[in-house]
């Protein structure tokens, strides 16, 4: 790993070489030390900007690799495991060079975070699962278009209902970047509690999502499959489940499995959110992850 030139918890733009692999990160805020995780996976890591967390929490934002500016893989778009996204957070927590850090993941970045606490809870406050799940698979994806009919039916009166269906039809035949951000602009009002009715509030949100398409194939072209049901009652570090109670991808029924399985969790729900309720409802969100975090700080910085 290559040796800081610079504080690396300085506000601002930062890179780390981690085993041959350029891992960028952004820092905002101050206070104790937060590495959120975004999702996707391939999704650029703007989204997920949280300015009230930032006023209570110094938030690391990694560019997960295979995005932005971080590298990619030689076998890119296919071996972007979880193992591998661990991997890279061990050596990004080993170079801020803090006791310990508390760990988000917002959706696929929630996988990611689990899986990495369960295997080196050693250096982590407390986890922040952010719209994430269990498991996925056919269950999860079979809940994923229950929900989303539900939604069509709300909506069905409205005339850009039919390009948000079209897009989740395609999902399955994207496989480029263009293509992956073209699709993922036009899915988002489906993530959200209430797009349409604050329309010109998120339409800048929608504009500026951006993403690389990533497989979710590994090295071997093998199906990379997301199980932790049954490890997740080891989880023993402080965990606070987040969901939004209008999420169509990791909702509510997801959030409280975790919560179920996790000992000791909290959950929180945010009533009038969907995917992003750091966009939605972001005072609600920022205060419960902040109450959550003074409550098990025990030496984060």
């Known amino acids: 790993m290559t040796i800081p030139r610079t504080d690396p918890l300085t506000v601002g733009t930062h890179t780390v070489d981690i085993d041959g692999v350029t891992q960028r990160y952004h820092v905002h805020g101050t206070g104790p030390v937060c590495i959120a995780h975004s999702g996707g996976p391939g999704i650029f890591w703007e989204y997920l900007r949280m300015p009230a967390l ?16 971080s590298g990619r893989l030689a076998s890119h778009p296919h071996g972007y495991t979880r193992p591998r996204y661990s991997r890279l957070l061990e050596g990004l927590i080993e170079h801020l ?3 310990e850090v508390y760990l988000l993941g917002h959706s696929h970045g929630g996988f990611v975070a689990q899986y990495h606490a369960l295997r080196h809870p050693e250096r982590i406050a407390g986890v922040i699962l952010y ?3 269990p498991f996925t698979g056919p269950e999860h994806a079979a809940e994923a278009v ?3 009919q539900q939604f069509a039916e709300r909506h069905s009166d409205n005339p850009e209902l039919s390009a948000v269906l079209a897009a989740f039809a395609a999902i399955p035949t994207t ?13 988002v009002p489906v993530y ?11 339409a800048p949100f929608r504009a500026a999502v951006s993403a690389t398409f990533v497989s979710g194939l590994d090295e071997n072209l093998e199906p990379h499959l997301i199980d932790d049901s049954q490890q997740l009652g080891s989880l023993t570090l402080p965990t606070l489940v987040v969901v ?3 999420d169509f991808i990791c909702g509510v ?3 409280q499995e975790l919560h179920q399985m996790i000992p000791g969790s909290e959950l929180l729900i945010l009533e009038q959110s969907g995917h992003f309720g750091h966009i939605e409802e972001p005072q609600e969100f920022s205060r419960g992850v902040t109450r959550f975090v003074a409550a098990t700080t025990s030496g984060a910085t």
């Open 97 to 99: 060079g803090v006791p």
């Open 175 to 187: 496989s480029d970047d263009a293509g992956f951000t073209t699709l993922l602009r036009a899915l």
């Open 253 to 255: 029924r997801w959030a």
């Open 131 to 133: 719209e994430s799940a």
């Open 54 to 69: 930032e006023r209570h929490l110094t938030v690391v934002y990694p560019e997960p690799i295979g995005t932005g500016g």
């Open 192 to 202: 959200f509690a209430d797009y349409w009715g604050r329309e010109t509030e998120f």
């Open 146 to 148: 229950s929900l989303v």
């Open 244 to 246: 939004g109670r209008h």
